[in-house]
Every structure is written in structure tokens, then in C-alpha cells.
């Protein structure tokens, strides 16, 4: 029982000691940049469709080679037809919320304060993240010139969720990813770090753009399950070539390889130790 006591009262004693040492170690910061996306829609620029993004990150140097961080990011992701299947006519947006944990290795050891060490160094990382997708089209009403974004994911626009296509099951909107990339990070002062960073993350699904098998007809919306629109979007090669209809089986996309996105950023991060320092005082002085 003594002892019990006397390690709880040991551990207790030690958590100020370990949450400074904690602080000492570990950085915040901002991201600023864009991501990408490489898919049906687009299997061939790297930087084709670059839409703004930013984020929050948080990182717990282990020692002068490793750290751990953690993040969220928000950013958009857009595509249309490359130039040679311009008569599919298809395109979409859609809106990414991605969260984060991974493994960073500094090639040069990197300290956090003392001068002994680089105050610059190339790395790499890899981790685990989620994220949440939702692909849309915009289509405008000959008869009205107005436009609209639709949500794609409840149209089924392959025949998802339709009797004809019982063995197409909706695709979720929330899926994993493996982020990993290349990045330089840079030691400006004692407490300030630059970082340019590009990562991918690779995912497991082939619908982020909503695009992944065949043609199915419009017949196969007429059961009532996703209506006109679901048709329209499913087959938009008539607004290209009027009067052309894709039959069902011919190929919309090329199910046998998943989408990825990119994102590559410009980040400062700042000590924890400080930041936190500069909020005690804050509520001090009020």
C-alpha cells in the first residue's frame, strides 16, 4: 500500500515536470497552400487542378531525427475531361475535411532550440488519416440559363442503389488515407519554423470524383429512386455533340485504379512553450 501510495504521489509530482518538458518539445502551426487531385477526371497533370487549402498542425519532436504530428486541413479538389474524352463532358468539385497522425524523420538533426544542431534539414513522413468528400456537378437549364451545384453521391449517377444495379451499393463520403510525402524545414529563430512541404494521400476509393465504371442509361432512373437530374448528370455528352447517348456498359471510368490528392503547402509553426507562455500572460495582465 506504501508503495502504491508513494508512486502515485510520485506521478502526481511529475506531471508539471513532464507537460513542460512536453511543451519544450512540441510546435504549432499553420498551413497555407492547395490541393490536388488525380483521378478519371484527371490522370495527367500534377498541378492541373490546384484549388486553395489550409490547416492546423501540431508536432511533438521525439529527438533531433523523429517527430510526431497531428493536423486537420480544408481544401477543395476539381476536375474535368483531359482533352482527348472531352465528349464525356463530365467534371465535379468537391470539398475535403481531412484529419491526420504521422511519422516525420529528419534526414539532418534538427533541434528545436540549441544552435548545435542544423537549423535546416530535408524529411519524409507517413501516417494514417480519415477524410470526408462530397462530390458535386454544376449544371445549368437551357431553358432557364440559371445554374446550380448538385450533391452527385445521392443521384447514383452509375446506377448506385437502383433495382437495375443491385450489386452497385452507394459509395461512403467518408473514407481513410495514407498521407506521406517530402518536406524542407527551416529554423528562423528560437522559436519560429518555416516548412515547405508536398504530400499525397493515397485513398481507397474511386469515387471522389464520383466517376468509376460504366454508362448505365437513363432508364435506369426512371424507377423513381434519384429522378431527371440523375439522368442529366449520369450522361452529359449531348451538351457536347447534341443527340448522343452513351449505351449502357460503355466505359465512364476506369474502376481498376483509386483517386488520389495531393496536398502541398507552406507552414510556420511556433513553440508550444511560448505560445503558451504568451496566453498565461495575456490572462494575467486582464
Known amino acids: 500500500m506504501r508503495r502504491l501510495l508513494l508512486l502515485i504521489l510520485l506521478f502526481a509530482f511529475s506531471q508539471p515536470l513532464w507537460s513542460q518538458k512536453i511543451l519544450e518539445r512540441s510546435e504549432l502551426g499553420l498551413t497555407l497552400g492547395g490541393m490536388n487531385y488525380l483521378g478519371d477526371l484527371n ?3 500534377m498541378f492541373g487542378t490546384v484549388s486553395p487549402a489550409v490547416g492546423l498542425q501540431a ?13 486537420a486541413s480544408y481544401g477543395h479538389v476539381q476536375g474535368g475531361n483531359p482533352d482527348y474524352i472531352q465528349l464525356r463532358n463530365l467534371s465535379f468539385r468537391s470539398a475535403i475535411t481531412e484529419a491526420y497522425i504521422r511519422a516525420e524523420f529528419n534526414f539532418f ?7 548545435t544542431f542544423k537549423r535546416s534539414t530535408p524529411y519524409i513522413f507517413c501516417g ?4 470526408r468528400f462530397n462530390p458535386m456537378a454544376q449544371y445549368t437549364d437551357p431553358a432557364t440559363g440559371l445554374s446550380e451545384w448538385y450533391a452527385l453521391q ?16 452507394k459509395y461512403q463520403l467518408f473514407e481513410v488515407c495514407m498521407p506521406f510525402g517530402v518536406g524542407y524545414r527551416w529554423r528562423l529563430g528560437e522559436n519560429v519554423h518555416l516548412t515547405v512541404e508536398y504530400g499525397w494521400r493515397k485513398t481507397w476509393t474511386d469515387y471522389l470524383d464520383d466517376v468509376s465504371t460504366t454508362y448505365v442509361g437513363a ?5 423513381g429512386s434519384s429522378g431527371t437530374m440523375a439522368a442529366i448528370l449520369a450522361d452529359r455528352s449531348a451538351e457536347v455533340r447534341p443527340g448522343y447517348v452513351n449505351a449502357p456498359g460503355i466505359k465512364r471510368g476506369d474502376d481498376s485504379l483509386d483517386d488520389w490528392y495531393s496536398y502541398f503547402n507552406i507552414s510556420f509553426s511556433f513553440s508550444a512553450e511560448m505560445l503558451f507562455g504568451w496566453m498565461r500572460g495575456k490572462v494575467c495582465d486582464k
Open 154 to 169: 445521392p443521384l447514383g449517377t452509375e446506377g448506385q442503389g437502383s433495382k437495375a444495379y443491385p450489386n452497385r451499393a
Open 43 to 45: 490522370n495527367q497533370s
Open 128 to 131: 494514417f488519416g480519415a477524410f
Open 219 to 223: 432508364q435506369t432512373f426512371t424507377d
Open 59 to 71: 508536432r511533438l519532436n521525439l529527438d533531433t531525427r523523429w517527430a510526431v504530428s497531428v493536423g
Open 109 to 115: 538533426p534538427y533541434g528545436i532550440r540549441s544552435a
